[in-house]
T-cell receptor, first 113, second 109 residues
Framework: DTGVSQDPRHKITKRGQNVTFRCDPI?????LYWYRQTLGQGPEFLTY????????KSRLLSDRFSAERPKGSFSTLEIQRTEQGDSAMYLC???????????FGSGTRLTVV | KNEVEQSPQNLTAQEGEFITINCSYS?????LHWLQQHPGGGIVSLFM???GKKKHGRLIATINIQEKHSSLHITASHPRDSAVYIC???????????FGEGTQLTVNP
């Protein structure tokens, strides 16, 4: 297992386009998190899955954002009708539970032009 | 006011200096993490603490649950320690991380 993988690493898109990011967690980890980080700030929580169930969504996650984890393994985060304010680093992390710590992916850097 | 506050925001040190980064939080927590983020974005977990003190190489992390405060210390700092250090907590009732804004550390040779 090579850790948490995110794809793509970088994405440049035009305003109004849809984008989709993928996260492959560590295979034994049942919990998967998405966070968003803008320049100079700490990451902010977006959403969380336990297995295939989406258990929590931040109010930051507008109706243009949707996330899935269909088989409890990899997850996708889709942003529809992208806006310049969506430009950020999108981070995925996975864990086995609170006491076992987190493993982060390298992130997907989105630039909306 | 953020639930997790770090200080200082920026820190510049000379190689070999002892460094301390502080983290205060205002909520009940089940655990606190110290994370390191290098340019390019990847985040590495350094420590997870729920009480006491942990040491790994030149890094030491302490937490005082009663005072809602944690510190990260780096002994004999080196230019390769230059990075952003982020404190993050898991609120008692939840499982997600709530992050501080990070401390940008620069260690000059």
């Amino acid at each position: 297992d090579t850790g948490v993988s995110q794809d793509p690493r970088h994405k440049i898109t035009k305003r109004g386009q849809n984008v989709t990011f993928r996260c492959d967690p560590i295979s034994e980890h049942n919990r998967l998190y998405w966070y968003r980080q803008t320049l100079g700030q700490g990451p902010e929580f977006l959403t969380y899955f336990q297995n295939e169930a989406q258990l929590e969504k931040s109010r930051l996650l507008s109706d243009r954002f949707s996330a899935e984890r269909p088989k409890g393994s990899f997850s996708t985060l889709e942003i529809q009708r992208t806006e310049q304010g969506d430009s950020a680093m999108y981070l995925c992390a996975s864990s086995s539970g609170q006491v076992y710590g987190y493993t982060f992916g390298s992130g997907t850097r989105l630039t909306v032009v | 006011k953020n639930e997790v506050e770090q200080s200082p925001q920026n820190l510049t040190a000379q190689e070999g200096e002892f460094i301390t980064i502080n983290c205060s939080y205002s909520v009940g927590i089940s655990a606190l993490h110290w994370l390191q983020q290098h340019p390019g974005g990847g985040i590495v977990s350094l420590f997870m603490l729920s009480s006491g003190k942990k040491k790994h190489g030149r890094l030491i992390a302490t937490i005082n649950i009663q005072e809602k405060h944690s510190s990260l210390h780096i002994t004999a700092s080196h230019p390769r320690d230059s990075a952003v250090y982020i404190c993050a907590v898991i609120v008692s009732s939840g499982s997600r991380l709530t992050f501080g804004e990070g401390t940008q550390l620069t260690v000059n040779p």
